[in-house]
């Protein structure tokens, strides 16, 4: 398949100006723009520009507004309650953890809830923040109601939960956090969306067409399919408990038996221990796992984090994009009179 290689500061301002000539402000624009590289520099296309589209189309719907600014409806010395107001989800969540951990840094821990936003994108984002502060961090995304989900419960023949993603960063000292990030779902939602523009098939055991039976056709998800848990009964229980932190945030309908919402927990490692001391202790930990002989088939043993700085390495010179997501937005540049890098 054709590829297009855009080097990373172009693609970025490319970006950041087509959420401007979307009557973003220029602030907000850049913190956008900036996640979403930051997440194809990650190796998770799922959650980067691929998702322009979709963002400006939300903007035209009234579906996202664009200049809203996050608003703090209770605090106390160590939790948040903020109303995103319906603005960038990415915006808003980078407001929070960094809030967040500011009160982390002085009450020694802190418990965030996060209602009327959108789409936050890579949620590793913001657990790799706390990480980078000294913290542990831990953000979670959920929602859930029969029939309101692309997921199935574990047994169940109708959809009802969404993929619920849980991030955790914790701190080593170095440039490579532990940072654990993946959906409750045996794979994204948005890795369908890079299938798709690629032309491939998802991996076997993932999604279920709409009659119930196993597929690996993206058009068969597409049309009625689901995605399953992973773990099986195990998967399906860790999404119902990320519906039921997001619901500290009051984000529930009792009559619809609807549940979720964004929930972030941040702890000060110097609570309970010299962040130094621990984070050599969890430098040594990790690399002793590392240093376990790989199993036929593998060439090294990895932990957490390390995917996503290997790639962060790799195209540090240039990020390669599938002509399919090419040309998605190439229109967007026609569209919103912002020429193409």
Known sequence: MKRHIFEVSQLQTFTRNLFLAADTPRHIADDVAEILIKANLAGHDSHGVLRIPSYLDAIESGGIRPAAEPEVLRETDNTLHINSGGGFGHYAARYAIRRAIEK????????????????????GEYAQEAAESGCIGMITVGGGAKGGGRILPFGGAVGALGTNPIAIGVPTGDDTPFLIDFATSMIANGK???????????????????????????????????????????????????????????????????????????????????????QKGVRAFLDSIKSVPPAPGFDEVLVPGDFEVNTRTRRANGIDIPDTIYQNLRDCAEEWGVPMP
């Open 104 to 123: 982390a840094k002085s009450a020694r821990t802190c418990f965030a809830t996060l209602t009327q936003t959108g789409h936050i994108g890579r949620v």
């Open 192 to 278: 369908t969306y890079v299938a798709d523009s690629e032309n491939r098939d998802l991996p076997e055991g993932c999604v279920v067409d709409k009659h119930g039976n196993p597929t690996v056709k993206t058009d068969e998800y597409r049309d009625g399919g689901h995605l399953l848990a992973f773990g099986r009964h195990k998967g399906y229980a860790l999404s119902l408990f990320v519906c039921l932190l997001g619901g500290l945030g009051g984000t529930f309908n009792i009559d619809a038996g609807q549940m979720g919402g964004l929930y972030m927990q941040v702890i000060d490692v110097n609570a309970f221990i010299p962040l130094e001391e621990y």
